[in-house]
């Protein structure tokens, strides 16, 4: 790739030269941490180091091969992270599986790489890849974690412990062989393959060289100035994306230290203990945070609530001006600044946010009330846009222009382009070099000047040259009326409300929109509780009333910030219903991952969509489900359909409100 | 592991004898509870007791933990006799058990109620662990690393500080199990360690026992209902019915004992 002037030097053309780098210009500074035992263990860049050399003779000695493929699988672990950068010193390149992949899943990646070596966490994975091997030309199974493994054939089996100890008494000639092989490493060598989920069709294999993972965590850590002393939690899959530039890319480049919790379940407490200056979380851990915080205060006392909500009131008004730099006046700052010593300080770190410097969402829309949240208690929670593709950043936001309804301005290096049809392109370092044994694919996302087809629909907003996404660009439809149909943005405007938990819009080719919407049974179950509304079933409490008139103020209210909104405004629900049963994987109404599948749920409840177009005001309705064990029945609902008030376009107390 | 007891894999019929019961008769009154019943334990087995309900099955693990004392026959243990003892002295010769309807101390964080069984290794007087420092420090220090490993082998971390009151029953069962680990046991005893557990507890249950002795070498003696579980995680079997036994080998040697089958079957007896 010729457009990148600003190529890492002859210093650190590589991950492991980048490790060199730190291991002499941090030595002894923290480079990774492990909650194990209770008690966090760490490890100097150095020591990161002689672990890192330790496990690349290992793999030397038992015959690793310079372009083999080596995956690895498991949770966030040091000792894993460190086996991909071992990887990358004998030229091999590491390939992250996702650890909750199912067998058959986990099959197709091994099979489709051709990975030698398989490096395991623990016996659950071993057992996966023991259970799918046949035929796979896997080699050689390393494992971290020995527990329950003692039994197990170890003809080709062995623990990374022992697999540093098999160089033994030929480490020095396998130095000589390390040293060579390492130095034959360039930016244009393959620093990592990552596989894309594969929402749609089989996941593919996304091939990027080092220096698009160099380039990127070096335009992205000085766009956010990070630094040696940032502290990040390494708590998201290693086979993301976002995670290897993270915690390996701006890691290797800043220096900064990974932490690693102690298991799955006790992140949140690890992350109090820890208390990173960097952090990257989905919306719906911000979400999750929130809404333990709302419901603690509601069982709190009555002063501490009333010192809460005041708090609140003055950090929604208050906080994010300061955050973005705007005059704020005086007395303003004094009162902010109280509440920040007695209700928001203390709120902030008992959610182990007290230390962020600059904190990341994205992969899904956030709730401007939930983003507005955040930034009011003065954390600099900002959004980006981004993909495998791209070695993650596309876009991203500077500091003091963040908003919760765009996703930045491009990323330093990153240029965008709008196709006619509004679908996003991009252009930067950090794009793939090549789907792996897959050129169809290559050639039909990437075009020979290195342009890049996201998907996604989306548009560059006047004047502030902000990027914001609108739908995945397959899903974007025409409205009868010529009008712009974006289902997903709608849904996701309607999820942001508590009660609702899953929404689906119809109206590609119609004149108007209506909506499908289920309940979340713990937030109306809640209000039903507090409001002493007695209900037997889900199915019930979703008929109630009161329950439909609440889900009606939600969908008028996002009618109404639609209309104000000259593009989309066409997409205001007319009519909607609640389904008497929540939307479930097993019924194939939902992915794995839980995004709507539009196209089942718009056959299976036709009877339900015509309805709803032929302005009826209630229909009877039978729908076959999955229990858990795999039986099947059926349930039984009359359902109230509701009109749902509309706004003429571009009318909204919302635009001016802002 | 070091804290902990090793013991390699080895061949399991050849394995030496680690407790051994001859002639046992325990009477209550003049109910007969067990009736003249014999068989051994050996090292890093997996032993099941199994009966229908009212067999003995509590009464002779009370008689291995040395709660209830036989009238009648010999209980061996490591090669030598024991006589008749208080369960804190049988705690100190390495045996460690959990009880049926779990006696945790409710109020207690799951970490303490682990801690409670290092008692045994214990050694500094109440004066030295008043002052704390020194010895006694570093006593603690030794033995709260000890627990932090098995609170890590068995995966409740994330429950360390809660207090156990709090906890759902498939948890307790699973610290009862910690706490007893923590003695380092020679040989665990487990009443009932599946009772009243979903599939899936009793699928985590199993893993854990299973890599107990796997890891730890630790030899355990358990009664439990479910035939399923008993089948798959023992090595080998005694069946009791009506205080008796009825028979002694592996699950498969069991499973073919007509004996067994008219037990289970509810075949009537003569």
């Known amino acids: ?658 | 592991m070091s804290a902990l007891p090793a013991a390699g894999p080895e061949a399991a019929p050849s394995r030496p004898v680690l407790m051994e019961l001859k002639n046992i008769t325990l009477r209550f009154g003049g109910v007969e509870a067990i009736k003249d019943i014999s068989f051994d334990i050996r090292e890093g087995e997996i032993r099941a007791i199994i009966g229908p309900n009212g067999a003995g099955k509590s009464s002779m693990l009370n008689v291995i933990s040395g709660f209830y004392h036989p009238q009648e026959g010999e209980v061996w243990f490591r090669g030598r006799r024991r006589p008749a003892m208080k369960p804190y002295q049988v705690a100190r010769l390495g045996i460690a058990r959990t009880f049926q309807n779990i006696a945790l101390f409710d109020g207690m964080s799951v970490l303490d109620n682990v801690m409670t069984g290092r008692i045994t290794h214990m050694k500094r007087g109440i004066f030295a662990q008043g002052v704390w420092k020194g010895p006694a420090e570093r006593e603690e220090v030794a033995n709260r690393e000890a627990v932090e490993r098995i609170i890590d082998f068995l995966e409740i971390q994330r429950i360390r500080k809660t207090p156990v009151g709090r906890l759902p029953y498939g948890l307790k069962k699973r610290v009862e199990l910690a706490r007893a680990l923590a003695a380092e046991p020679k040989l665990l005893l487990l009443d009932e360690p599946m009772a009243g557990m979903n599939v899936e507890e009793k699928e985590d249950m199993s893993r854990f026992i299973l890599d107990v002795n796997d890891e730890f070498g630790t030899t355990i003696a358990l009664i439990e209902h479910d035939m399923g579980v008993v089948m798959d995680l023992s090595d080998r079997v005694v069946v009791m019915d009506y205080g008796r036994k009825i028979g002694d080998g592996t699950p498969a040697e069991v499973r073919a004992n007509p004996e067994v089958i008219d037990a289970y079957l509810g075949v009537a007896h003569d």
């Open chain 1, 1 to 658: 790739m010729s457009h990148s002037p600003d190529a890492p030097e002859g210093a650190a053309p590589s991950i492991p030269a980048l490790l060199r780098r730190n291991a002499s210009r941090y030595g002894d500074r923290p480079a990774y941490r492990e909650k194990e035992y209770g008690i966090w263990q760490e490890w100097t860049w150095r020591q990161a180091l002689g672990e890192v050399e330790g496990l690349a003779l290992g793999f030397l000695a038992l015959g690793l091969a310079e372009g083999d493929h080596v995956a690895v699988i498991g949770r966030n672990r040091p000792a894993l992270y460190w086996s991909m950068v071992a990887a990358q010193m004998c030229g091999a390149i590491p390939v992250p599986v996702y650890q909750d992949s199912s067998a058959e899943e986990m099959a197709y990646v091994l099979d489709h790489c051709g990975a030698r070596f398989v490096i395991c966490g623990d016996q659950e994975q071993v057992d996966k890849v023991l259970e799918v091997q046949e035929g796979l030309p896997v080699a050689q199974l390393l494992y971290l974690d020995p527990r329950g493994l003692r039994k197990y054939d170890h003809g080709r089996m062995c623990s990374l412990a022992e697999a540093a100890e098999t160089a033994g008494s030929q480490r020095g000639k396998l130095l000589l062989e390390l040293e060579a092989r390492e130095a034959r490493l360039g930016p244009d060598s393959t620093c990592v393959m990552l596989y894309t989920s594969g929402t749609t069709g089989r996941p593919k294999g996304v091939v990027l060289s080092n220096r698009n993972i160099i380039e990127t965590a070096r335009a992205s850590s000085e766009f956010d100035h990070l630094r040696a002393t940032d502290d990040v939690l390494a708590y998201l899959p290693m086979a993301w994306v976002g995670d290897f530039i993270f915690s390996i890319g701006q890691a290797m480049w800043t220096g900064f230290c990974v932490n690693c919790p102690e298991s799955e379940d006790t992140m949140l407490t690890d992350l109090r203990e820890i208390g990173p200056t960097y952090f990257f979380a989905p919306p719906r851990v911000f979400e999750s945070q929130l809404t333990t915080v709302m419901i603690r205060m509601e069982d709190a006392s009555r002063l501490k609530r009333r010192m809460f909500d005041r708090a609140m009131i003055l950090a929604r008004r208050v906080g994010p001006r300061l955050l973005d730099g705007e005059r704020v006046s005086g007395m303003d700052r004094l009162r902010y600044r109280i509440a920040q010593a007695l209700v928001l300080g203390p709120l902030k770190n008992t959610m182990g946010l007290s230390r962020i410097r600059v904190g990341y969402t994205a992969g899904e829309a956030i709730g401007p009330e939930i983003f507005d949240f955040y930034r009011a208690l003065g954390i600099n929670l900002k959004q980006l846009y981004g993909q495998t593709e791209a070695s993650v950043f596309i876009t991203q936001q500077k500091d003091g222009e963040v908003r919760s309804d765009t996703v930045g301005t491009p990323t330093p290096g990153v240029e965008l382009r709008m196709a006619p049809s509004g679908e996003v392109f991009y252009r930067s370092p950090g794009v793939f070099q090549t789907y792996y044994k897959n050129p169809e694919s290559t050639a039909s996302t990437k075009d020979a000047e290195g342009w890049v087809a996201t998907g996604d629909a989306g548009f560059i907003e006047d004047g502030t040259g902000h990027l914001r996404i609108i739908d995945r660009a397959k899903d974007v439809g025409k409205m009868a009326s010529g009008a712009l149909f974006a289902p997903k943005y709608v849904e996701n405007k309607l999820k942001f409300y508590p009660n609702i938990l899953e929404a689906v819009v119809f109206g590609n080719g119609r004149e108007t929109c209506v909506a499908f919407l289920n309940i979340d049974l713990t937030a109306v179950g809640n209000w039903a509780e507090r409001n002493n509304v007695a209900y037997a079933s889900y199915q019930e409490l979703s008929q109630n009333r009161q329950v439909l008139d609440i889900l009606q103020g939600h969908v008028e209210a996002v009618n109404e910030s639609l209309a104000g909104d000259e593009m989309l405004s066409g997409c205001q629900v007319h009519r909607f219903l609640v389904l008497h049963k929540e939307l479930d994987a097993d019924d194939g109404e939902l992915t794995r991952t839980r995004k709507v599948r539009r196209r089942i749920i718009e056959e299976k409840y036709a009877d339900l969509i015509d309805a709803l177009y032929a302005g009826r005001d209630s229909v009877y309705t039978e729908t076959e489900v999955t229990y858990e064990d795999g039986r099947k029945g059926s349930i039984k609902a009359t359902l109230d359909l509701r009109d749902a008030r509309v706004w003429p376009v571009g009318e909204s107390r919302r635009v001016a409100a802002e």
